[in-house]
């Protein structure tokens, strides 16, 4: 066999070429062979398809890299839930564009670490440049907004709160009740579960958590809630919701900037889901209230369409940040940063991370705004369609109209044990993937549409396929 090739260097490309190839082909075998969503037969039938295609994973002699890459390839793509399908339906789980998994691809070669400046020189500068692009759209007359990457909403919701934590001895609140008082979370129950981990990571008491009976916080209740525990606690961290992951609801955020704001309390936004509206001019003002929060977290591997991950938190200015200062003289030596060499550490919990800017920008480049814009409009379009195809089928119910591009339904009258039934066939046989949300209605199945591509006749027969799976 010979010797393995490199990614990198003035022959990496060359060495690639091939590899890429043969992926391609198997991506392409591998679709073809699942031919639908998801792969029929469940779990058993997935890990038996893997374990034989696998064995022995470890051979006394390696078989070369393009039987490897030919074998392991396809069998992925046979058994991977496809989110490009319009018939995979049931998380924030999108399909991404062609052109930010290619920049993908050259940042995987690269590999530059972004945790010091001399192991990431350009991926340094591209990161502070588009994350401060991006903290500009959230917060519009700040004066130096920015925006660290993380991998997602939960590592963004936890800095949020670690940061939060942070800033509360200097809040009256603390002084008042002595710098041991802890920080408390109040959210709505639609809040993300990653809130209440949060808490846990960091030693914080468990959130208190408001009803959300229409699926929203309710400023009346929120504001009992902190004339209750104001001056009686210690800090408060107000946090709302825009795109809840049951319903893709937005939260009041004006009233609730202004009831923050009122009781001295600090104010996240999660907008993991809603957040990328700001690219839409037709939607965007969805989002009023946003640039009041102390931090706003942002996911652009939802309705952005990036691979995993493609995770930021949004500041409205550095002194924000400035709890995550670390020191470490292998990587950020004082006197390197006095001669001028960016200190990257801080801008993360994690050391070695990978360029996933990379993919943000080139999108960012290759679309514009206005190109985004027009992906979320046909995605939230396709979403009021679906609503739509519901209110007119006879056998069918509306939880209620979309507010994002999440639609529950039901059929009308179905019991919980009906619809996880029906959930749990669609998937089996391989033919739909939806998800499934609990509301003080019962529970509902659930449709998330991320793929600005699809067509109502794709929605039809998706709900053609629900309607086949119904007891008569």
């Given at each position: ?130 994350c401060r692009e991006l903290a500009t759209l959230v917060y519009p007359d700040a004066t130096a ?328």
């Amino acid at each position: 066999m010979s010797t393995p090739l490199l990614a990198g260097g003035t022959a990496g490309p060359a060495a690639l070429r091939p590899l890429l190839d043969t992926v391609l082909d198997a991506l392409t075998t591998g679709a073809e062979h699942r031919a639908g969503p998801l792969p029929p037969g469940g779990p058993d039938a997935v890990a038996h398809a893997v374990r034989t295609a696998c064995h022995p994973l470890l051979p006394e002699h390696g078989t070369g890299a393009h039987q490897a890459l030919r074998t392991l390839v396809h069998t992925l793509a046979a058994g991977a839930a496809d989110p490009a399908d319009p018939r995979c339906a049931a998380h924030l789980h999108c399909p991404p564009l062609a052109l930010a998994t290619a920049a993908d691809l050259a940042a995987s070669a690269l590999n530059p670490s972004m945790d010091s400046w001399d192991q990431a020189p350009a991926a340094s500068e591209l990161e502070a440049l588009t994350c401060r692009e991006l903290a500009t759209l959230v917060y519009p007359d700040a004066t130096a907004p920015d925006a660290l990457v993380t991998t997602g909403g939960t590592e963004s919701n936890q800095l949020a709160v670690l940061l939060a934590r942070e800033a509360a001895p200097h809040s009256s609140a603390t002084e008042a009740h002595g710098p041991g008082t802890p920080l408390r979370i109040i959210c709505g129950a639609n809040a993300h579960h990653s809130l209440h981990r949060a808490a846990w990571l960091l030693g914080l008491p468990e959130p208190l958590t408001l009803p959300t009976p229409d699926g929203t916080l309710t400023p009346d209740t929120v504001h009992t809630c902190l004339t209750t525990l104001t001056g009686r606690t210690g800090p408060l961290l107000l946090v709302a919701t825009a795109g809840t992951t049951d319903s893709g609801a937005i939260d009041p955020l004006p009233a609730l900037a202004d009831l923050a704001e009122q009781h001295g309390a600090r104010f996240h936004i999660d907008a993991s889901y809603a957040g990328p509206l700001l690219f839409s001019t037709t939607h965007h003002t969805a989002l009023r209230g946003l640039d009041r929060a102390h931090t706003v977290t942002l996911d652009l591997h939802k309705l952005g369409w990036q691979p995993v991950a493609a995770g930021l938190l949004a500041v409205p200015g550095p002194a924000t940040l400035s709890p995550l200062a670390h020191q470490a003289d292998y990587l950020n030596a004082d006197d390197d940063t006095e001669a001028g060499l960016p200190d990257l550490l801080g801008r993360s919990l994690r050391t070695t991370r990978r360029p996933d800017i990379l993919k943000i920008a080139v999108t960012l480049k290759a679309l514009g705004r206005t190109g985004l814009g027009e992906l979320i409009d046909r995605t939230l379009a396709a979403a009021q369609t679906l609503a739509d195809l519901i209110e007119a089928h006879p056998r069918y119910e509306l939880h209620s109209r979309p507010t994002l591009s999440t639609v529950l339904f039901r059929p009308t009258g179905a019991d919980h044990t009906t619809l996880a039934t029906i959930r749990r066939t669609l998937l089996t046989d391989g033919h739909a993937v939806l998800g499934r949300a609990t509301t003080p209605t019962g529970l509902w199945l659930k449709a998330t549409l991320l793929n600005p591509h699809t067509q109502p006749g794709d929605l039809t027969t998706l709900l053609k396929l629900v309607e086949g799976h119904t007891p008569r």
